[in-house]
């Protein structure tokens, strides 16, 4: 090979190293909150992996829990903060996808119904017979706490469909809406995110004269950062190992608060076998 060739070769190999280094890694989050909160939520995030991982990070938001699983199948992102379900559809679409790590909270995830006041439902250690002919919303149709694990057990309780235990049965969209329109009477009954509650709680933004907790759900996984199996090809070697450590390392109480969550601690995508399992039983696996 001439020594002109092997200057050519060496520029190309360098610039294409370069290309690869330079590109943007980007993430997104299932919209459990409003738009406003999540921007604030994960801004802080990016910066913090992109001093991590040596690369520019961005924050893309997304305006439903099926858009997220799109952006992360086209790879539109590359890592993705999503629900228990999401993350299954979203892995068995993207071979070789990773089930990072996990909050700790999220080993025994919960979800809440709620009830407004009116309705004269107080908190018990079963789902009570008295939520049945009233009105109920879910979260988001995708949501793991806000649809996937309530519907599940109110099937298992009445042994009928959500659609025959209430008179009128809705999405509400996120977790935080849920909160406000059974807090406002719109919807007398509804299940959302136990973090989310308690953290609306702590902020003092709960008004628990006309909406109060009535039931918690026995533990489920939930939560989890998945990664595509095809990041190292772009990124470099090792590059996934990387972000899991990243995520790992995160100890900042003003970032985990974010979330909200104490630590994050591995995760494996066997993990979430028993979301499938319930997702496949009740019909909304995708």
Do not use: C
Not at 34 to 45: A, N, Q, S, V, W
Not at 85 to 109: C, I, K, M, N, T
Not at 253 to 267: C, H, K, Q
């Amino acid at each position: 090979m001439s020594y002109i060739r092997k200057i050519l070769l060496g520029s190309l190999l360098a610039f294409t190293s370069l290309a690869v280094s330079a590109q943007t890694f980007v993430f997104t989050a299932i919209p459990d909150e409003d738009e406003t909160k999540l921007m604030e939520r994960f801004k802080g995030i990016a910066d913090y992996l992109q001093e991590k991982l040596g690369v520019e990070v961005r924050y893309i938001p997304v305006k439903s829990y099926a858009a997220a699983v799109s952006a992360f199948r086209n790879n539109q992102v590359q890592l993705a903060w999503f629900g228990g379900l999401s993350g299954v559809q979203a892995r068995s679409l993207v071979p070789g996808s990773e089930a990072l790590a996990q909050g700790v909270e999220d080993v025994d995830f919960y979800t809440y119904f709620i009830a407004h006041q009116s309705t004269g439902l107080e908190e018990s250690d079963t789902l009570p017979e008295g939520i049945r002919g009233k009105t109920f919303t879910f979260g988001s149709k995708g949501s793991t706490s806000g649809r996937v694990m309530p519907e599940h057990y109110i099937r298992q309780t009445f042994s009928e469909a959500p659609e025959d235990v209430f008179s009128r049965v809705g999405f509400s969209g996120n977790h935080t809406r849920t909160l406000r329109l059974v807090e406002a009477g719109t919807y007398e009954v509804g299940a959302l995110n136990y973090a989310v509650w308690e953290k609306e709680l702590e902020n003092g933004n709960v008004n628990t004269d006309e909406v109060s907790v009535i039931w918690k759900t026995p533990a489920y996984p939930d939560y989890q950062w998945t990664i595509r199996g095809d990041v190292d090809d772009r990124y470099g070697e090792g590059f996934t190992d990387k972000v899991r450590q990243a995520l790992l390392d995160m100890d900042d109480p003003e970032l985990l608060e974010s979330f909200p969550r104490s630590g994050f601690i591995p995760t494996a995508n066997e993990n979430y076998e028993p979301i499938r399992s319930v997702a496949e039983q009740i019909g909304i696996l995708d």
